[in-house]
């Protein structure tokens, strides 16, 4: 299974970018999280982080083990540019370019489903859901603490009309 992290509108041009993201393709994670540690260049430490961002999101949302990731591929494309302007002889000026850069990094499995942890995503969803007693001709019983926080919310909301109300009353005009 494939996992992607995107890491977008690096303050690096994507030519400096590249020189780290050829280095780290086709190693294991692991390898490839020790290669950035090594590296001198400044886009090393932005392309860890990302590394290990997609390590854990294949762990947390999938249940991949780690140890069985690879860098399947690894994109560096062109972000915005940052155009300034530098003062020049006889009045003249000259466009300097900043160049940002859009990263895109997949891992993927060695051997598909290996060590692979399940994921109940469904348990999670209802676990979230409130809490529903009985259900009485379409109509939904809530149960009663829910019914406490709904009369908080109109008790709270009768107050706030009362105050702009009164709000109107202090200010305004007589007419007569």
């Known amino acids: 299974m494939q996992v992607t992290a995107r890491l977008n509108n690096l303050k690096?041009?994507?030519?400096?970018?590249r020189l780290v993201a050829h280095v780290i393709k086709g190693m294991s994670a692991d390898a490839a999280l020790i290669e950035l540690s090594k590296q001198v260049?400044?886009?090393?430490?932005?392309?860890?982080?990302?590394?290990?961002?997609?390590?854990?999101?294949a762990e947390h949302n999938f249940g991949i083990d780690p140890s069985n990731l690879f860098v399947r591929s690894v994109l560096v494309g062109d972000g915005k540019r940052l155009k300034r302007w530098q003062p020049r002889a006889f009045g003249r000026a000259n466009q300097i370019l900043h160049r940002l850069s859009n990263v895109s990094l997949v891992v993927e499995e060695r051997i598909e489903g290996l060590n692979r942890k399940e994921v109940r995503r469904e348990e999670a969803k209802k676990a979230t859901l409130p809490k529903k007693t009985k259900e009485t001709e379409g109509k939904?019983?809530?149960a009663a603490d829910e019914r406490k926080e709904t009369k908080k919310d109109s008790s709270v909301k009768q107050e706030m009309k009362e105050r702009k109300n009164a709000v109107k009353r202090v200010y305004q005009r007589k007419s007569i």
């Open 140 to 142: 939904v019983v809530l």
């Open 12 to 17: 690096i041009a994507p030519r400096k970018v």
């Open 41 to 57: 260049k400044r886009s090393s430490e932005p392309m860890s982080k990302l590394l290990r961002s997609a390590i854990a999101n």
